[in-house]
């Protein structure tokens, strides 16, 4: 029987691909599923107050960049299953069955794709390991993981910190969706900070 967080992280997967394949991209690689659940774990407690819903990932720092065992175990499953088949470089669904999801959910993790395809993994990797918990973990070698949703990640503290600024050039932030939101602030933090 399946543990309960790695049918979360087959849905989630499942979904990414799914998204992933709506937006016109190809395969998508081991390594990004990594990197787009890290950012979408980190980016959901940044815009959202109380629990994470995606707190079930825990991640390490390895040379090529964050890693979960959680995801690398419902890759494993899923290919194993043929769910997923591997297709130019990296994993497609291999199935059209339908699961449950939640829609809040699918919705972040829509947002979070959607900014990836505007502004490319590569840019967006560049963030990650200049992310203060990452690149901290780095430094410390710290094999516990990196600290991805308490109010005293260092990542929070600076994202909370550019959001100040980047909120005084809009009017409304009330009136927006969170994918507007996030698209606007990573405009806003590549245009200032991020070059």
């Not at 992933?20 to 990004?32: D, F, L, M, P």
């Not at 009330?174 to 070059?195: C, G, T, V």
């Amino acid at each position: 029987m399946l543990d309960k967080n790695l049918i979360r992280a087959n849905e989630d997967i499942i979904t990414i691909t799914t998204i992933a394949k709506s937006i016109g991209w190809g395969a998508v690689s081991e390594q990004s599923f990594q990197r787009v659940l890290y950012l979408v774990q980190i980016l959901y407690s940044f815009k959202h107050v109380g629990e994470n819903i995606f707190s079930y990932y825990h991640f390490i720092v390895t040379t090529f960049g964050p890693y979960s065992d959680l995801i690398e175990r419902s890759l494993v499953f899923m290919k194993s299953s043929s769910t997923l088949r591997e297709e130019e470089g990296g994993l497609c669904l291999n199935t059209k069955k339908q699961i449950p999801y939640n829609k809040d959910k699918v919705e972040w993790l829509k947002s979070v794709l959607y900014m990836l395809g505007k502004y490319g993994e590569k840019r967006l990797f560049g963030f990650i390991v200049n992310d203060p918990s990452y690149e901290n973990a780095t430094q410390t070698n710290n094999v516990g993981g990196i600290d991805t949703s308490s109010s005293e990640s260092e990542t929070l503290k600076t994202l909370n910190d550019f959001k100040v600024a980047f909120e005084q050039t809009i009017e409304d932030t009330s009136a927006i969706s969170d994918e507007k939101y996030i698209e606007l602030y990573f405009e806003y933090i590549f245009s200032q900070i991020i070059k």
